[in-house]
Structure formats: C-alpha cells, structure tokens
C-alpha cells in the first residue's frame, strides 16, 4: 500500500475526465451523421459497442495511476 500521496492520480483523473470529454463529443458529432437514417434497432448495437471501447484502455491506465508503470 502506498503511504504518500502521487501526483499521477489527481493528474490521471483530470486526463480520464478530458478524454471522456472529446471521445463523447467526437462520438456525438460524427456518429449520428454516419448511422442516424438506420432504424433504432440498427443503432442500438453501435452505440452499444461505442460506450463500452472507452473502457479498453482504463485498466492499463488504473495500473499507471497506481504504480507509475504501463505494464501490470
């Protein structure tokens, strides 16, 4: 356990809340003009997958908050 405070965690959040940020606008300007004339059930799977990628890079992520290191 660590026993002193990093300066990688407040850091990482403030990068985590930026990048969820642009990915979330990114996602909400393009996508809609790419799938918007698809019916619902068509989008629904799309949008599915898109708010579950962002959390492909958290945990190598987590880990360099914790540890300072990429690689678990």
Do not use: D, H, K, S
Not at 5 to 27: D, E, F, Q, S
């Amino acid at each position: 356990m660590r026993t002193e405070p990093t300066w990688r965690i407040p850091v990482g959040v403030i990068g985590l809340l930026l990048a969820l940020a642009v990915y979330a606008l990114v996602i909400a300007r393009y996508v809609p003009e790419l799938i918007g004339g698809w019916p619902a059930l068509a989008q629904t799977p799309i949008y599915i997958v898109l708010g579950i990628a962002w959390l492909l890079p958290l945990r190598r992520f987590l880990i360099w908050m914790e540890t300072g290191r990429w690689r678990g």
